[in-house]
T-cell receptor, first 115, second 109 residues
Framework: EAGVAQSPRYKIIEKRQSVAFWCNPISGHATLYWYQQILGQGPKLLIQ????????DSQLPKDRFSAERLKGVDSTLKIQPAKLEDSAVYLC???????FGYGYTFGSGTRLTVV | KNEVEQSPQNLTAQEGEFITINCSYSVGISALHWLQQHPGGGIVSLFMLSSGKKKHGRLIATINIQEKHSSLHITASHPRDSAVYICAVSTSGNTPLVFGKGTRLSVIA
């Protein structure tokens, strides 16, 4: 079974620039999560999708972050404009939610450095 | 609000030592996950459990639901075990995981 695919693996941008991350979840996983992990901390949920609808985006800084999952499969997370404090690893995860443990699977993450 | 606490925050061990990492949580859960994160960011799921004990190779995970506590043990530790180990819990339904801050393990040859 293919895992959760994320790209790019690394990205370096200057502050005030824009950046986009892409995630392809495991086939059949209805739920998709974007997490932000700042160095030394545990991941923090940014947004949760159920199919193509948003379940929870309460911690997404909506003035600069946006995310979409148009067809209920792939998702993109965008930051515009980026700030220095956005430097972090952005993790995508998916789950099927049908059985115990819900099949949580994580992507390899995108490491963003804002300079 | 569910809090997940891990200890220790940092751990340095000599190769071959037996290692224990602890995790405590504050509310009822449906499952607890132990995750491994190597430098570079990717997270790998090691275990998912709701009761008892699971073993995979040199790794053992236990959970006590009544005490809201779980432990991850590594026997005969090796430098390649060096990573951050994260405890995370799911409460119910398709809810996001609540993560601990992680334990940074360094195993020295």
């Amino acid at each position: 079974e293919a895992g959760v695919a994320q790209s790019p693996r690394y990205k370096i941008i200057e502050k005030r620039q824009s950046v986009a991350f892409w995630c392809n979840p495991i086939s059949g996983h209805a739920t998709l999560y974007w997490y932000q992990q700042i160095l030394g901390q545990g991941p923090k949920l940014l947004i949760q999708f159920q199919n193509n609808g948003v379940v929870d985006d309460s911690q997404l800084p909506k003035d600069r972050f946006s995310a979409e999952r148009l067809k209920g499969v792939d998702s993109t997370l965008k930051i515009q404009p980026a700030k220095l404090e956005d430097s972090a690893v952005y993790l995508c995860a998916s789950s099927h939610g049908r059985t115990f443990g819900y099949g949580y699977t994580f992507g390899s993450g995108t490491r963003l450095t804002v300079v | 609000k569910n809090e997940v606490e891990q200890s220790p925050q940092n751990l340095t061990a000599q190769e071959g030592e037996f290692i224990t990492i602890n995790c405590s949580y504050s509310v009822g859960i449906s499952a607890l996950h132990w995750l491994q994160q190597h430098p570079g960011g990717g997270i790998v799921s090691l275990f998912m459990l709701s009761s008892g004990k699971k073993k995979h190779g040199r790794l053992i995970a236990t959970i006590n639901i009544q005490e809201k506590h779980s432990s991850l043990h590594i026997t005969a530790s090796h430098p390649r075990d060096s990573a951050v180990y994260i405890c995370a819990v799911s409460t119910s339904g398709n809810t996001p995981l609540v993560f601990g801050k992680g334990t940074r393990l360094s195993v020295i040859a």
